[in-house]
Each structure stands twice: as C-alpha cells, then as structure tokens.
C-alpha cells in the first residue's frame, strides 16, 4: 500500500522588487493522510465510514464496499452490484445498507462474504424503490434507516418496518432516543409506534438536517444552509461561536464532536472545520492546504479517537489527537526552513528562499530578504539573522543589515566571557555589545568555516569544521588567539568529518565517526565516553533542545531523550511526519512552551513531548500466500513468498514502530507500514516474532507461525527413495569392489605364479649354466691336468727315445765293454732332462695353474714352492711313482712328502687328496 502522506499548505504569494502579499490559509494543521481511486480502486463518493471490531476501517464507497486494515486495501461488491450507501460494524459483523436490501458481512479465510437480511425477511416488493442511507444501533435494537422508512432488526432476529410520517433526511440517536429530520416538517422522536413532533424547535422547520449530537448535556443541531443551533429551554438557538455565520455559505454536510473539546464539521464547499472548544479557536482543512476534496460527505472516529473523512472525492485520516502537528508548503515558495523563532502573534522562519513571519494565520515574505538564510538568535524583540549576504537586524517589522559577516551558522552568548561568538564561513566573530553588531573582531589565526561552537570554559573555545576536523581554540583576555589545535587528528582520528560538538549539562561531547569522546584537559587527549557510546552508538546526528532533553537521528527515526537519575528515556517521533523532510545536519529543535518545534525542508512539525503513547491493543497477524489467507490446510511451496500483514489497533501517532524476527534469530528487521514479505523460505517451521522498539529494547507483542512444504526432492518418499538408492549404490559398490578385489587377487596370484616360475626357471637355468660352468671348469681343469701329464710323459718318453736310440747306435759301434759302460752312461747322463728344460717345464706348468696356484696359496700361505708343485702334480691325478722322476726324488720320497702335505691341509686319512686339490 502506498499512502499518500501528503501535508501540504500550498503558499501563494509573490515577492517581487521587495513588494509583498498575505498569504491565507497558513496554519499549524493536524497530519493528514489522505488516499485515492488509485490506492483503494474504487469510486469517488465515500458515504459511511466505521471501524470493525476487526480493528479494521470499513468505507461505503458506492459501488464498492472497502476494507482497510492498516496495510491494505480490499474491495468487495454486493450480488446485486448496487450501490452501498451506509456501513456499521457491530462486533464481528459489519452491516451495509443499499439499493433495496440491506445485510451484513463477516470475514472468513481471509476475505469478506455478504449475507442479506432483507432478502430472507422479504423486507421490500417489486415496486419499493428504497435506499439504506445510515445503520445505527441504540441498545440491542440495529436501525436501517432509507428516506421514507425503518426497518428494526431486534435482537432476537426478527424485522420491523416503520413508516415515517415525512420524507426524512436522516435519523440520529441522541441519548436514548432515536431523532427523525424530515427535509420540510421539522424533527420528530420515535416513541413505541409513532413519532412525535420536536414542537418548539421551529427555527429549522425548512432546513435540511444533516446532524443532531448532543454534547456537554446540551443538544446540538446541524443544519445545511442556516449553521448551528443549540437547543435551550426546549427550542433552538443558534450557536453563538464566530464560525457560525462563515458556516451558512458553506453547506454543512457532516458533523461530530470529538472528546471533551472539539467539534468536527464538514462543509460541501470549504472543507472541515476543527473547534476548540476550550478557547474558541479553530482550524481550517480544506484542499488548499490538506484535503484532496473540499465536500465532507462523512465523518466517522477510530480508537484513537483520529477522524476519518469520508469525501466527495476520495478518504482521508486526519490525526487531530496526534500530539504532532505540521506546517508544510508544498508549492515550494517558501523554500527549506533552517531555523525559526516564536515573535508576537507567530513565528520567525528562515529559509533557503529567504526570511518569512507567520502571524494571525498570514505567512509573509520580509521585503528584501531573499538568499540562503542559516539562522536565528532572538533577543529583547528583535532577531538576529546569519544571511549568506551578511548579519542582519529583524525587530518584527524592518529589516536592517549590521554587518558583512555572512554565513552565520550559529550565534550564541558566551557564558564565561561575556561576548557573543558568531561561527560563519571565514572563522569566528565575536561582539561586545549586542546593540551595536558593526562593532565586531574576528578570532586572529583561525580562517576556517566553522558551522558550529561551544564553549564551556573561559578563555578556550571549540570549533567544528563545516567539512572536516574538530579544532580546540585557546585566547586570552584580549581575544588574542593563543594556540589553535586540531585535537581530531592530533588523536589520530583520521575519518573526522561532519564532526559534532553537543553540550549537555555543562560537559562537552563530540561525536566523530559514530564514537563519543570528551575532552580530558590534563593529557590533553581526547577520551571515549562509556554512557553515550554505549546508549548511543550508531546515531546519525545529535540535536540539542535544552539542557534537560535533545534528539538523537537513529536509523531514519527521530527519538527526543530525556534523562532520568542514570537511566535515558527513548520517546520516538513517528517517522510518517517527517519522512524525507529532514535537512541532513542542519535539523534544529526549538523548546517552545510545551512543544519542540523541528525544522524541515518543507516547513515543520511541533511535537508536545509529554504526550501519552496507547499500549499496544490487540495486534494481529494474518498471513496470505498466493493472495489467499494462510489456514491449516495451506500448502505453501519451498522458496515461495509470504506475505504478513501486522494489524494494529491504532492508525495514528499510537501505531507502535514494529520489527520482526525469523525463527529466533538474533537480527531484527524493521516492518514498513505493517507490510511483511518473506522470501526465499526454506522447508519446514517457520516463527515470526513481532516486536515493539523503544528506542532502547525490544518488547514482544505477537507471534506468527506458519509451515512451509519441503520441496519434492526433500520429500519423506523422496527421502526414502535416496537412502535406498544409497544403499543399492553402496551394495554394488561393494560388490564391484569385492568383485574387482578378487580380480586384483587373481591377477596378482597368477602374477606371482608367473613371477615364481619365472624365477624358478631363471633359477634352474643359473643352476644349469653353473653347473656347466663348474663342469666346463672341471673339464678345463682336467684338460689342464691331462695336459701336464701329457707334456710330462710325452717329455720323458721322448728322452726314454732318444736315450734308447742313443744307446742302441753305442751298442752297434761299440764292442769294448768298458768303453761301453762309459759311452751307455754318458748318454743317460746326456739324455737326462736338463735343468733349463725342467724349469721351462715347470713355468709352463704354473702358467697353465695359475689360478689353483693363487687360490692354494692364499687358503694355505705356509706352503712351500714344492709343495705346490707337488699339489699341481696330484692335482693332475699323478701316482707318486710318475710324480718321483719329475720331482728327481724316489719314491718313497714322494709317499713321505705327500704324508707332510697332508698334514698342512689338515685333510684326514680317508680324504683323497687329489679331489681336495681338484675342488679349490
């Protein structure tokens, strides 16, 4: 829902070459809220407006009967699609009145179902040709009222018809009775069966009545043409209130008292009227300055006892006990006010477009005036005006510039020094004397534009920065600047802009990037204070008001703060008064009797601080989704949007500024205008915890809970389908692993088998190709020793040879026996092998066993040269009598050297030696 907040006072005037003209109609005005055809898509006329025990405000609107709840609008139509003229709610139901049949709704699942009474009771014929223009109710006994008759619906159900006596206009209950205005005969009171005449009242005996009320024990009568009469002594007088006469030209349509103190009418040409009926004073709304419509065609009040307009042209809410009211200038003339200032009979306004008074209800431009004006300091009947051009002089009626010093921001008497500083764009002035301000200084050595100063002890002042830093200036007594200190980046505080400086209580705060500090004098630091930065941490702005109270700017909202013993009290401003208009550090805060006044960017707003907030009453929450109220038997889908609407009983100043949390989480969401959407839900049990914020605690008012359907795929069947397919997947995980496991062991088995017989193969040809080695080895080693033999054998059998031949020639040429002997023994002794032959023998013998000869000598070094030549030889498997010649000893020589031999190898007896010798 978008409500059209819309306050507005449309400021006519033109200000041309210092000339200007009154503009009517300025005035303090309740805020109004005002709604369209577009908002509620209905028609034009508003007849009958009530508030259900729904807390919801019900509108016949003609074709169409509304519903608002606070957060949106509901349309209905009747069966027939006639128009509705009238609405009453009592208790759960709510009665409408229209073209022939009148009936009541009631609301189920979330939406409005009509049922006719007149239907069922057969109240009306073919030929009537009625119309339900009001519904009241007067103990248990409900009145459908048309222009020419009755019907009484008792409690017990049945149906009455009365016949008037005249066409009426409308009928009205006053104390107990029920009052008939006919359009031409006067008033009659319905007694038992009849109606009797009101006989003295015949001073509005050819008015239209269009309200009788009765107040204060007196009888007020509402005419369309002639004004107000009050009954006294049985007949009518007319009232004697100032308004009275104004009000015969502007045709009353509406009419009713509100409270103790103030009277509502509703005119058909000049809108509504607001009496007080305390001092006399009233108000005036109209389409000039609040009202999309100037026709009042029906008044009705809420809980909070606010009036709801029923127009010619749309419904409008008009807060009239709202402890705010505004001042706003939709036209734009005006301008942004950026400070104001009471004076006889009104009120002091600057502004971006100049200086402007408002007094006796007539908002004037000040001649010559126009520029960038900052701000106000009144004194003595006269104002003080900070202009872009200058200082000026205002004494309620000229103008008067003092001086040059333009962009004053702040002016302000010094408490300890007794001057006045003035921060403006080129530093700070100061005076002496308040009545003569072209006597004026500038603080030496310090050239910057300073928007704001304070000051709490002499001879030292603070400066804040129009754009950046925090300065500390120090002077004597002669205003003679003594140091100049930035003390924000001195403590190395970096992010220093828009830095603001607060006094309260005689102790000075600046507040720099969302932290609060005060000043310690004796480190000459500057040090976080734990009160404020803990009550007051993340606050945009800070406005004083005086030195018991100030406003703090908290996420958008507006809190006035009051301090009590060591605790603060949070009071919030409704942000609908102000929502956009706030002048971003340039908001100001005037204490004016009991009211804070607050400067906007359209005009602005008195706020009565001591005003009563009404507890939160019977808050309610319905949930829709898919546009249909969220039951027990709703099925909402997975990521689907809800929508709650928080129903208050209030719509004015008393509507709590509401939160929420989600499933117990510890953020808290602000809730706009009662309006909820919840998106992206997740599956499953969803608690929503509406909650009222005080500015420092959050309260809970309601609960809302509602289930959200688990997607299709998070489903209980699903669920189930995933684990079996789980475990069908881990089944055949398992077996194809069991299955590749046994396959890996076969492999690896079979691998093994081929490895086996691969080494045992590899192991049987190394044993084959050893053992050929070893044989061919022993083959070698017998070639070896056969060779030997051979060598020897064939060396002594050719000697033997040749020695036989020898001999045989001596013995053929020889026949002297001793010649003989000699020659025979000459040749033996010739033919006997030669020492160089034995020894080539020998060395051709050791080449041939080298490596026996290595291997014996290394294994056995204490043998000696013969008795490896001896070794060689029984490794030649040599007897020891082929071995004797060759070693040139006998026999039994040999035998006894192989005794020895033995004995060195430690072989035993029945070990062969020759085998021994064989083997190494």
């Known amino acids: 829902m978008n409500s059209s907040r819309l306050l507005l006072l449309p400021l006519f005037f033109c200000c041309l070459l210092g000339r200007s003209q009154d503009i009517p109609g300025a005035s303090l005005l309740p805020f109004v809220e005002n709604f369209v055809k577009s908002e509620y898509n209905g028609d034009n006329q508003v007849w009958s407006i009530t508030q259900g025990g729904d807390n919801a405000m019900y509108v016949a609107n003609n074709h169409y009967f509304l519903r608002y709840n606070g957060v949106k609008w509901e349309r209905y139509t009747l069966p027939n699609r006639s128009i509705i003229r009238s609405v009453m709610a009592d208790g ?23 049922s006719s009474l007149a239907e069922n009771a057969k109240c009306f014929g073919a030929n009537d040709n009625e119309e339900i223009w009001k519904i009241f109710k007067l103990g248990n006994t409900i009145y459908f009222q048309s222009f020419n008759e009755i019907f009484i619906l008792s409690a017990d159900g049945k149906i009455e018809k009365k016949r008037f006596p005249h066409q009426i206009s409308y009928c009205y209950v006053v104390g107990d009775k029920v009052y008939a205005a006919t359009v031409r005969h006067g008033v009659f009171v319905l007694e038992g069966n009849g109606f009797r005449k009101k006989e003295k009242w ?11 009320e009765m107040h204060d024990g007196r009888i007020y009568v509402f005419t369309k043409n002639n004004g107000i009469f009050i009954e006294q002594n049985g007949g009518l007088v007319a009232w004697s209130h100032m308004l009275n006469q104004s009000l015969k030209n502007h045709s009353i349509l509406s009419a ?124 003595d009947n006269k104002f003080i005006v900070g202009h872009n051009d200058g200082t000026f002089v205002f004494d309620g009626h000229n103008l008067v510039k003092e001086n040059i010093v333009n962009g004053g921001w702040k002016f302000f008497k010094s408490d300890f020094d007794g001057v006045y500083f ?15 301000l072209s006597s004026y200084k500038i603080l030496p050595r310090f050239t910057k534009p300073v928007r704001n100063l304070e000051q709490n002890k002499p001879g030292e002042i603070w400066a804040a920065d129009n754009y950046k830093s925090l300065y500390r200036i120090t ?55 734990q009160t404020f930065n803990r009550t007051f941490k993340d606050i945009s702005d800070i406005i004083p008001v005086d030195e018991e109270s100030f406003i703090v700017e908290k996420s958008g909202l507006l809190y006035v703060i009051t301090q009590k013993g060591n605790l603060f009290d949070w009071k919030l401003i409704p942000e609908k008064y102000y929502q956009g208009k706030v002048i971003f550090e340039n908001t100001k805060a005037y204490k004016i009797g009991g009211k804070i006044y607050i400067n906007l960017d359209d005009g602005f707003i008195s706020y009565k601080p001591s005003a009563k907030t009404l507890p939160p009453d019977d808050m309610k929450v319905e949930g829709f989704y898919e546009g249909e109220l969220i039951t027990d038997n709703t099925v909402i889908k997975n990521s689907q949007p809800v929508e709650l609407h928080v129903i208050s009983s209030y719509f004015g100043y008393s509507r709590p500024n509401l939160y929420f949390r989600r499933n117990g989480s510890d953020e808290y969401q602000r809730i706009h205008n009662g309006q909820l959407v919840l998106n992206n839900l997740t599956g499953g049990n969803q608690d929503i915890g509406i909650y009222v914020f005080d500015g420092t605690r959050y309260s809970k008012l309601a609960e809302y809970s509602f289930y959200v359907k688990f997607p299709w795929y998070i489903s209980f069947w699903m669920i189930l389908i995933y684990i079996i397919v789980i475990a069908v997947i881990f089944l055949l995980y398992y077996r194809w692993n069991h299955l590749r496991t046994n396959q890996k062991l076969q492999l690896q088995e079979e691998e093994l088998r081929h490895q086996r017989e691969i080494v045992e193969m590899e192991l049987k040809r190394e044993n084959e190709l050893n053992v050929q080695e070893y044989e061919k080895h022993i083959l070698e080693l017998e070639l070896q020793s056969k060779s030997s033999q051979v060598a020897g054998k ?31 023994k000459k040749v033996i002794k010739f033919n006997a092998v030669n020492k160089h032959e034995w020894e080539s023998f020998e060395s051709n013998l050791s080449q041939v066993h080298n490596e026996f000869i290595k291997n014996l000598s290394k294994r056995y070094p204490q043998l000696t040269s013969k008795d490896i030549r001896l070794s060689i030889y029984l490794r030649m498997n040599m ?16 035998e006894l050297h192989r005794y020895r031999l033995r004995k060195k190898l430690g072989l035993a007896a029945e070990e062969s030696i020759s085998k021994f010798m064989l083997e190494i």
């Open 422 to 436: 003035q921060a403006n764009y080129a530093g700070i002035a100061w005076y002496r004397d308040i009545n003569d």
């Open 794 to 824: 064939s060396l002594s059998i050719a000697k033997q040879s040749e020695m036989i031949e020898n001999i045989e020639k001596i013995l053929d040429s020889e026949s002297n026996i001793s010649r003989l002997k000699s020659d025979i």
């Open 256 to 379: 009713k008292f509100v409270g103790n103190n103030t009277l509502a009418i509703g005119t058909g040409l000049q809108g509504l009227y607001l009496v007080n009926f305390t001092d006399g004073s009233y108000r005036h709304l109209s389409r000039e300055n609040s009202l999309k419509n100037n026709a009042i065609l029906s008044l009705a009040l809420d809980k909070e006892n606010d009036l709801w307009i029923g127009l010619d042209n749309g419904i409008a809410h008009v807060e009239i006990n709202s402890p705010v009211d505004v001042f706003s200038d939709s036209s734009g003339v005006m301008g942004s006010v950026y400070a104001l200032s009471p004076m006889n009979g009104g009120y002091l306004l600057v502004t971006n477009n100049g200086i402007f008074t408002y007094r006796d209800s007539q908002l004037k431009p000040v001649p010559n005036s126009q520029g960038q004006v900052w701000d106000i300091y009144g004194i």
């Open 475 to 529: 002077y004597d007594k002669d205003f003679n600047t003594r140091k100049v200190e930035n003390v924000s980046q001195a403590n190395g505080l970096k992010n220093d802009f828009g830095v603001k400086i607060f006094r309260y209580r005689n102790e000075l705060l600046f507040l720099i990037d969302k932290s609060w500090y005060t000043y310690d004098a004796i480190s000459g630091k500057l040090v976080k204070d």
């Open 92 to 114: 759960d139901k709510v009665y409408t009145g229209s073209y022939n049949d009148f009936g009541y709704w009631k609301r189920i699942k979330g939406q409005m179902v009509y």
């Open 879 to 894: 007897s020891s009598k082929e071995i004797a010649p060759l070693m040139n000893i006998s026999f039994r020589g040999v």
């Open 202 to 212: 015949t001073a509005i005996q050819n008015d239209v009545i269009h309200h009788i």
